[in-house]
């Protein structure tokens, strides 16, 4: 077992803190939490825990929306063809759902003769972002205008060909930009871009789109309520993106998630009932359990599966699609351990790649719809920048993940020469290269990963809130803890270490994987854990009686009724400790 490290947060200046215990009348620990989160003051704690549609910002904000809004205008109103292109993942999928299915309920009011129609690449066959044969498409059937989501900002070339071809481009992307290097379209919507002043550069693509939707919509005197209800697509992209949800992004995830709960679309209640899904949702059940089935659609088959449920307003047929899509789920899972198996094994058979500071593989047999997910399966086991590549269309296409800290898109971007063509994030980024270039580039990037990256980096680490006796963990506590919601990248769900805690009757084993045990300290109440596939690293030593410390989450448990707390261990550390 990789012993992980406990990596606590800055405690805040004592005066901040007393300041929002006096001012809100909540514990030291929860004014704590809150001003870890810069939450400074009485006005700032009300914009956070009651998040309101005012909190968005003016559309208009963003660089070239008012040549988006105009050309759009145009169009709809010259009767012009529009085609709403997308991404196959999550994110391309609910942008295209979003856009295309406003337009074509509120604007076209969903006639026969619709000039709008969606189209999303097949992975194996077009690649990521823009094709070739998308935008031939475009103009071999009369398309004045295609509309990019969640892609576009790296298809200079593709834009360009369109252009020639009386095709006109609006980009709605999220994706870091060639600053000097941007398409000749009609407007590139990016907050990325170093020249847009727009004041939240962290919305997802499907959040750009909306962003365009509710510009429209305030230049149309469309009422805004209308755009409403596709918040529950917003969502589910801000969620399944990894998306700080901070700012723009937490308040409509807010919203999201009360559409979500309340008057879901007949296509997501479908999946959320193929997934078995129950209760509340929240960020991390939408990540779970939508996002890897609407991926799904796009790594096994076509995302046009995915986009058909997310439109579907007739329930027998979202229950059909829902069904599809749980299949093509199913299949995925299949692909992802069997490869997952065969490349750890290669890991573990070659001693070079053992103690490299980077992993990068490539079989030419390997499914290209999974090899994200194997990358990601990979760094749970080895902890380090890992690029899994396999054969596409005569070229080496390639999934990068990336460890916390460590930014794997600016190490990819060092090794351009090598490279086809790339994009994406901190943390997950794409790239294509030639087959025989895979040797020069495995070299490149090692060199640049080893150079860069910090020995810390390579070992995992669990970022911890505070310090908490467990005598503090009462109902009010975790009341206000839960309004702090909805959690996420750069407002985590609170992680919390408490030392020194005592075994309270004996461990118990569930299915020989998972623990389960009772702790107290001198002057709190016996607390339940859970410690999924802790057993083989803890049981033993847990059961020798001695003093140790738990790190955690907390949750509630229901069971026949009645409702306790039930702490989610994340990991366990032996021996007395003191302090952080």
């Known amino acids: 077992m990789t012993e992980k490290r406990w990596i606590y947060k800055p405690i805040p200046p004592q ?86 299915g406003f337009l074509k309920t509120h604007i076209f009011q969903n006639r026969e003769d619709c000039p709008l129609e969606f189209y999303i690449p097949d992975r194996y066959a ?49 994706h870091r930009p060639d600053e000097n290097d941007l398409p000749d379209a009609i407007a590139v919507l990016d907050p990325k871009r170093s020249d847009c002043t727009y004041p939240f550069d962290e919305l997802t693509g499907c959040g750009v789109g909306f962003k365009l939707l509710q510009a429209f919509c305030s230049n149309q005197g469309i009422s805004e309520e209308l755009l409403l209800p596709y918040l529950d697509l917003v969502v589910t992209s801000i969620s399944c993106d990894i998306v700080p949800i901070v700012g723009e992004n937490r308040t409509m995830a807010y919203f999201g998630l009360q559409q979500l709960n309340t008057n879901p679309r007949t296509g997501l209640k479908a999946l959320m009932s193929s997934a078995g899904l129950e209760g509340k949702m929240d960020i991390t ?21 995915a986009v058909n449920l997310l439109l579907s307003d007739n329930e027998d047929a979202a229950i059909d699609f829902a069904k599809i899509i749980s299949k093509h789920n199913s299949d995925r899972k299949g692909l992802d351990s069997s490869i997952t198996e065969e490349v750890l094994g290669m890991i573990q058979d070659d001693e070079i790649l053992q103690n490299a500071k980077s992993t990068v593989l490539f079989k030419n047999d390997w499914n290209k719809g999974v090899i994200g997910i194997v990358a990601s399966r990979c760094i749970e086991k080895y902890h380090r920048p890992t690029i899994i590549l396999t054969e596409s269309q005569g070229h080496a296409a390639g999934s990068a993940r990336s460890v916390p800290g460590f930014d794997v898109y600016e190490a990819i971007e060092e090794c351009e020469e090598h490279l086809i063509q790339f994009g994406g994030h901190t943390f997950a980024a794409g790239l294509t290269l030639e087959i025989n270039e895979i040797e ?53 769900t609170p992680v919390f270490v408490s030392e020194n805690v005592k075994l309270h009757g004996v461990p118990i084993k569930m299915k020989e994987k998972h623990l389960k045990i009772n702790v107290f300290q001198e002057d709190s109440p016996a607390f339940t854990c859970v410690g999924f596939g802790m057993v083989e690293d803890f049981y033993e030593e847990l059961s020798k009686g001695k003093l140790f410390s738990i790190c955690y989450t907390i949750e509630i448990n229901e069971w026949q009724g009645k409702r306790s707390f039930q702490l989610m261990l994340k990991d366990i550390k032996f021996g007395v400790r003191v302090g952080n």
């Open 285 to 305: 059940k939408v990540v779970f359990g939508l996002g890897p089935r609407i991926n799904a659609a796009g790594r096994i088959k076509h995302a046009y599966d």
């Open 440 to 492: 020069n580039f495995r070299r490149k990037f090692e060199e640049v990963v080893s150079r860069k990256i910090l020995p810390e980096q390579l070992s995992p680490m669990i970022s911890v809130d505070m310090n908490l006796p467990l005598s503090q963990i009462t109902d009010k506590f975790h009341r206000i803890m839960c309004q702090m919601s909805p959690f996420g990248p750069q407002n985590m």
């Open 126 to 174: 077009e690649g990521y972002g823009v094709s070739q044969k998308g935008i031939e498409y475009a103009a071999d059937n009369g398309f004045g205008l295609i509309v990019s989501l969640d892609c576009g900002i790296k298809s200079k070339d593709k834009v360009a060909w369109a252009k020639a071809h009386g095709v006109d481009f609006i980009i709605c992307d999220h």
């Open 15 to 100: 005066e901040q803190i007393d300041l929002l215990v006096e001012k809100l009348n909540v514990s030291t620990e929860i004014a704590t939490l809150l001003a870890q989160r810069e939450i400074t003051n009485f006005d700032e704690a009300k914009d956070f825990f009651r998040p309101a549609l005012s909190q968005l910002h003016d559309p208009f904000l963003m660089k070239d929306m008012d040549k988006a809004v105009a050309r759009l205008e145009e169009a709809i109103f010259k009767g012009e063809k529009i085609l709403v292109y997308g991404d196959y993942d999550v994110d391309g999928t609910t942008s295209v759902a979003t856009f295309y």
